[in-house]
């Protein structure tokens, strides 16, 4: 069907793929990282408190003293071209274009700060996106990671008149070639250490205890993450949850708690790796790569190596083709 000639401009029918992780500040500087703490910790699927009760802590107290110990950290692993997190993922999608076919665009955002999920559906959507498959890159399924990137962008999606068709990337905590590509890749990282690890610790990021009790599978899926992952390896991993905040319980064993205890039961040569995490980030690079070794270090550990997660690498492109194709059935065929 022709359009008569006054019609307005219409671009040529696209998919689109949008890639979504966790965020990162704009600079590492005490009020860039104040503005994404500010975003980040009010998400209410984050912080469960009420908001008359968590807010006045956040105003007041949070946010005026965490910045600066934040940016310091981010300082140490900020690279020329930004935030490591941001860079991964851009490069993931850069990756990733043209692998599905003319047709699929592929895009990526942060569920808090920039590139926001809300301006990259919009383009999308101007490009002439029509279908768009929402993937958030948390192989382990949390209301407080994949929960929330969905719903911002459903949020967005609903300010829209014309709405796109969409999908959602389910978790992929167990899928057979996200074990394969880990695989891989610890296997790869310990083939290039100059020490044989006498134990390899996988170190999930933390959540409250409460979340477990309330009914969100995010523990189980690590747990099950770990086993098959060490039984792929032929060795059993030593699990740990990283990143606590505040005073409530959080989900255990600790991974520093882990790291300090090891050297006394005898041993002093460890691995860690980040099963949980699809690019490396401030929690791998400075929490784990940085003061992971430090504690393990203080408390009578020789050898300490941080393995890379998957990022961009080969392994974890193909993964990421692989998982994104199954979910464009019937919308994108091979490129």
């Excluded at 770990?226 to 255990?252: D, K, M, N, P």
Aim: proline residues 9%; contains cysteine; charged residues 20%.
């Amino acid at each position: 069907m022709t359009p008569p000639a006054d019609h307005p401009p219409l671009p040529p029918a696209r998919i689109g793929v949008l890639l979504i992780n966790l965020g990162t500040p704009d600079a590492p500087e005490p009020g860039a990282v104040r503005r994404y703490l500010a975003e980040f910790l009010s998400d209410r699927r984050v912080i469960e408190i009420p908001p008359i009760v968590w807010q006045p802590i956040l105003r007041g107290i949070i946010l005026n003293t965490r910045p600066k110990k934040s940016a310091h950290a981010y300082a140490q692993i900020w690279r020329d071209e930004g935030s490591p997190l941001a860079v991964i993922t851009r490069a993931q999608a850069d990756a990733l274009n043209g692998a599905f076919g003319a047709d699929v665009l592929v895009d990526w955002a942060m569920r808090y700060g920039n590139p926001a999920i809300p301006d990259r559906l919009r383009a999308m959507k101007a490009a002439g996106c029509e279908r768009i498959l929402l993937a958030p890159l948390y192989p382990q399924y949390c209301a407080a990671t994949t929960a929330t990137a969905n719903d911002r962008a459903f949020a967005s999606l609903a300010q829209m008149r014309w709405e796109p068709a969409v999908r959602t990337l389910p978790p992929y905590h167990d899928d057979p070639a996200y074990i394969a590509a880990l695989a891989a890749s610890v296997e790869t990282a310990l083939g290039q250490l100059d020490f044989v690890p006498e134990a390899i610790v996988a170190s999930f990021h933390g959540m409250p205890q409460r979340t477990l009790d309330l009914g969100d599978p995010y523990h189980c899926h690590c747990r099950k993450t770990a086993r098959l992952l060490g039984e792929a390896l032929g060795h059993e991993l030593t699990v740990a949850f990283q990143s606590r905040f505040g005073r409530a319980r959080w989900l255990e064993p600790a991974t520093d708690a882990t790291l300090a205890a090891l050297p006394a039961k005898g041993v002093t040569r460890v691995a860690i790796v980040a099963p949980g995490f699809s690019a490396d980030c401030l929690e791998t690079l400075e929490e784990l790569a940085i003061r992971g070794r430090e504690t393990f270090h203080a408390a009578g550990g020789t050898d300490f190596a941080y393995l890379p997660c998957l990022n961009d690498s080969a392994d974890g492109i193909a993964l990421l083709e692989t998982l994104l194709a199954r979910e464009l059935e019937g919308w994108a065929g091979p490129a």
